[in-house]
T-cell receptor, first 118, second 109 residues
Framework: DTEVTQTPKHLVMGMTNKKSLKCEQH?????MYWYKQKAKKPPELMFV???????INESVPSRFSPECPNSSLLNLHLHALQPEDSALYLC?????????????????FGPGTRLTVL | DAKTTQPPSMDCAEGRAANLPCNHS???????VYWYRQIHSQGPQYIIH???NNETNEMASLIITEDRKSSTLILPHATLRDTAVYYC??????????FGTGTRLTVIP
């Protein structure tokens, strides 16, 4: 199984709502990531989890709260978002943890959750 | 991680080879060159990577110049399904992918 799944595919939420995005992989990968992609722009790294611990936060606002309950699951909790947060949210995973300099780290991406904030 | 420069768009006739260039003149000795592509409305897909030798897999070939300051991704027989945005990324092998603006490849029938 070389698939990363993301749910839901689409999400519409108001600025006062609380919602969560879910990502799952069963490839035994120990690193998982969240990316944000605005329309016609490249993906931007948000968070990196290594062995279920947050290792990188790319200065993401606190209204985005990641969680890694186990090695197969990654959640992104959303609260008090703004309309400018509307984007495609991509999850990815890879074999190796951060810091394996000299190793390649092919990332497997999910199809994304398209989020609209009203 | 070193910065990369790619042409914003390219066209290629179906069945012909697509050659996508990438400049990475500030690459350092332990940095790898990765290529990913993103077909419309899908997540990015890994294509190939290399350090200094040329590489080939079932999807593509990667040619890296001897000074490692540039590389070319070659799709040997482009099909309509290869229409996508292609990203060249240089990274030291940690997990942090910083995508540039990429090249939008359009394969023309």
């Amino acid at each position: 199984d070389t698939e990363v799944t993301q749910t839901p595919k689409h999400l519409v939420m108001g600025m006062t709502n609380k919602k969560s995005l879910k990502c799952e992989q069963h490839m035994g990968h120990r690193a998982m990531y969240w990316y944000k992609q605005k329309a016609k722009k490249p993906p931007e790294l948000m968070f990196v989890y290594s062995y279920e611990k947050l290792s990188i936060n790319e200065s993401v606002p606190s209204r985005f709260s990641p969680e890694c309950p186990n090695s197969s699951l990654l959640n992104l909790h959303l609260h008090a978002l703004q309309p400018e947060d509307s984007a495609l949210y991509l999850c990815a995973s890879s074999h190796y943890a951060v810091g394996r300099v000299g190793s390649y780290n092919e990332q497997f991406f999910g199809p994304g959750t398209r989020l609209t904030v009203l | 991680d070193a910065k990369t420069t790619q042409p914003p768009s390219m066209d290629c006739a179906e069945g012909r080879a697509a050659n996508l260039p990438c400049n990475h003149s500030t690459i350092s000795g332990n940095e790898y060159v990765y290529w990913y592509r993103q077909i419309h409305s899908q997540g990015p897909q890994y294509i190939i990577h290399g350090l200094k030798n040329n590489e080939t897999n079932e999807m593509a070939s990667l040619i890296i110049t001897e000074d490692r300051k540039s590389s070319t991704l070659i799709l040997p027989h482009a099909t309509l399904r290869d229409t996508a945005v292609y990203y060249c990324i240089v990274t030291s092998g940690t997990n942090n992918l910083f995508f540039g603006t990429g090249t939008r490849l359009t394969v023309i029938p």
